[in-house]
């Protein structure tokens, strides 16, 4: 949905340089916004969260840098500030106060990706995710805490860079609500299931870009043209950020789609937003890519392997009994043109509203 934007390598030199003296996001700036804080979230937990210091530090120092980026690329982005509260449930939110942004980060999210990490990646037969409340509201289960990585220091450390592309995924999303006006809106006016849906994938679709952004496009091979050379680090990249999309949004009932369920969602069906990230990834492949083979390629074996892979992953490591789903059977329903449809017209009414909001340039209207 977004257009992509690209040409942002100085931007990026610059945010990398004002992390270390960016005043902020820094650590003073959160101390002297705790009070407000501990409010704000006071019937989730306590301000505080992840009891590794090292842990701590390497994932804080990750998400200043990518919020300083975020206020390099856009002068008129409010101050926001992010803490981790005690709470194993895995769940991220904003909340709005004096113009200010809050992101509460509940330490469920980080245990729940470390434990997927370190599950994935272990040889043991019957490791499963050491996770409870399966379906309805995921949550750590902290009685369980032999595999995580603070007993593995060495195997934190060799999934670091995973670890950031997930957690970054997650925090743009959030950061998209605040930075596009959805917040904004909302509180301003009472939007329709279906048109919050829409915004979620808006949210969805800019963090996309954003991984794009952070994660592929600096390795720009030929830069004349500007066009991406599909390494295969590049492959590789964009296959580990699939499997693990796959499997966090698994989740959450992956469901053949029904037109008929959706009006009452507050979030669009998972097997819509996979499809719409997918689609995401390949437009910006078109869009970039000199390798027309290797897209193809990298679409038609690619794409479905990796699915595939992450489907029997997940079988495999959570108690979840149902048999294997076929995601191509899954995306095979002639109703998703029209819910589409429905999503686009959405977007080129909401556009016109977020104009007066959003502090980045919006993805253009649709035609249909
Ligand atoms: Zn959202």
């Known amino acids: 949905m977004e257009e992509y934007h690209y040409n942002l390598k100085l931007a990026s030199r610059i945010a990398n340089q004002l992390s270390i003296i960016s005043p902020r996001n820094s650590n003073y700036e959160n101390l002297k ?11 989730y937990g306590n301000i505080g969260g992840l009891d590794h210091p090292i842990q701590k530090m390497i994932i804080t120092n990750f998400l200043d840098l990518r919020l300083s980026y975020y206020y390099v690329r856009f002068s008129k982005m409010p101050n926001v500030y992010y803490y981790f509260i005690e709470n194993n449930s895995f769940k991220i939110m904003v909340k709005k106060y004096d113009n200010d942004y809050f992101i509460g980060i509940f330490s469920g999210v980080f245990y729940i990706i470390q434990d997927l990490i370190f599950k994935v990646n272990s040889n043991t037969v019957d490791s499963k995710l050491s996770i409870t409340n399966f379906r309805n509201n995921i949550s750590f289960d902290q ?27 997650i925090f743009t999303h959030e950061l998209c609500h605040i930075i596009r006006g959805h917040l904004d809106l909302k509180e301003n006016e009472k939007l329709s299931r279906s048109e919050l849906q829409t915004l979620e994938m808006d949210a969805d679709s800019f963090s996309v870009n954003y991984f794009f952004i952070f994660n592929i496009e600096h390795q720009i091979i030929n830069k004349e043209t500007s066009f991406l050379k599909l390494s295969k680090k590049n492959i590789e990249t964009l296959e580990n950020y699939l499997f693990y999309t796959y499997i966090f949004l698994r989740f959450q009932n992956l469901n053949k789609f029904e037109i ?4 009452n969602l507050r979030h669009p069906p998972t097997i819509i937003r996979l499809k719409f990230i997918i ?55 002639k ?9 686009f017209s959405n977007w080129n009414k909401l556009r016109d509203k977020l104009v007066n909001y959003s502090i980045s340039d919006l993805p253009e209207k649709n035609n249909f």
Not at 298 to 324: C, G
């Open 33 to 43: 916004k705790i009070d407000v804080a501990k409010n704000i979230f006071k019937n």
């Open 143 to 169: 009685k369980d805490e032999s595999n995580l990585f603070k007993n593995n220091n060495a195997l934190f450390h060799e999934n670091i860079p995973l670890f950031q592309v997930i957690f970054q995924t």
């Open 260 to 263: 008929n369920k959706t009006p």
């Open 279 to 333: 689609d995401n990834i390949l437009s910006i492949l078109e869009l970039k890519v000199l390798e027309k083979e290797k897209l193809l390629h990298f679409a038609s074996n690619n794409i479905p392997q990796i699915i595939k892979k992450a489907e029997e992953t997940y079988l495999k490591i959570t108690y979840d009994s149902e048999k294997l789903i076929n995601f191509i059977e899954l995306f095979d329903s």
């Open 335 to 343: 109703e998703f043109d029209e819910y589409k449809i429905k999503i």
